[in-house]
Structure formats: structure tokens, C-alpha cells
């Protein structure tokens, strides 16, 4: 569901897709279930959410979905910690998806800021 105008949805969904890739990796080579579908369930989210917020029918509507967009890249950036940290992950995987999921969460930070902690 990728637009041409809308940088922050399709860098979510490239995001999600890269988490896939990693959930189906740690499950089958690492035979890794529990964080696996944990950073798969949050990761997935944020671009889900993202998608919620632009078909918002109010502004309180939108700034919602955008905080919990928002969350739940905190929570996979999180999860992506553990899985380095318990070696699930290698250092160079973990750097490029935790630099995404960082990238996101710092423009969903700056559209909050806008809509909502000012008002």
C-alpha cells in the first residue's frame, strides 16, 4: 500500500516488511517464537496505524492513531534490543532496523508535537 505522496506511510510499510523478513528468519533459522512475535506485532502496527491516522474523520481522531503509531515503534525498538542483546540478532541487522524504526519514530514525534502536546 504504497502512495507517492506519502513518505511516512511508505517508509512504514518498507519498515513492516523488513520485520516480516526478520520474524520468518528468527522463527525458522533461530527457532526464536516469543520476541520474534513481539517485534512482528509491534512493528507491523506502526505503519497499520499510520494508515488509520490518514483515513481519520478529526484531528483528535488523527493524533491519536499517529501517538499510538508512535508507541508502538518505542515498544519494536525495544524488542529489537532485546533480540540483539539476547544474540538473536546480529550487531549489523539490529543498527539498520533500529536506524529505520528511529527515523519513524523522530517524524511521528515531530507530527505529534504539532497536533497535539502544543494544543
Keep these: 500500500m504504497k502512495l507517492e505522496n506519502n513518505p511516512l506511510q511508505n517508509k512504514s510499510y518498507d519498515f513492516a516488511l523488513s520485520i516480516i523478513k526478520l520474524s520468518k528468519s528468527l522463527m525458522t533459522i533461530n527457532k526464536e517464537f516469543v520476541l520474534s512475535k513481539q517485534v512482528l506485532r509491534s512493528g507491523t502496527s506502526v505503519g497499520a496505524n499510520i494508515v488509520e491516522a490518514n483515513g481519520a474523520i478529526s484531528?483528535?481522531?488523527?493524533?491519536?492513531?499517529?501517538?499510538?503509531?508512535?508507541?508502538?515503534?518505542?515498544?519494536?525498538?525495544?524488542?529489537?534490543?532485546?533480540?540483539?542483546?539476547?544474540?538473536?540478532?546480529?550487531?549489523?541487522?539490529?543498527?539498520?532496523?533500529?536506524?529505520?524504526?528511529?527515523?519513524?519514530?523522530?517524524?511521528?514525534?515531530?507530527?505529534?508535537?504539532?497536533?497535539r502536546i502544543n494544543k
Excluded: H, P, V
Excluded at 544474540?87 to 536506524?99: A, W
Design 59 to 115: 484531528k483528535a481522531d488523527f493524533s491519536a492513531k499517529i501517538s499510538i503509531a508512535y508507541k508502538e515503534c518505542l515498544e519494536t525498538k525495544y524488542w529489537l534490543s532485546l533480540l540483539k542483546d539476547s544474540e538473536e540478532l546480529r550487531i549489523g541487522e539490529y543498527e539498520e532496523l533500529f536506524e529505520k524504526a528511529d527515523e519513524i519514530a523522530k517524524i511521528l514525534f515531530s507530527i505529534l508535537k504539532k497536533t
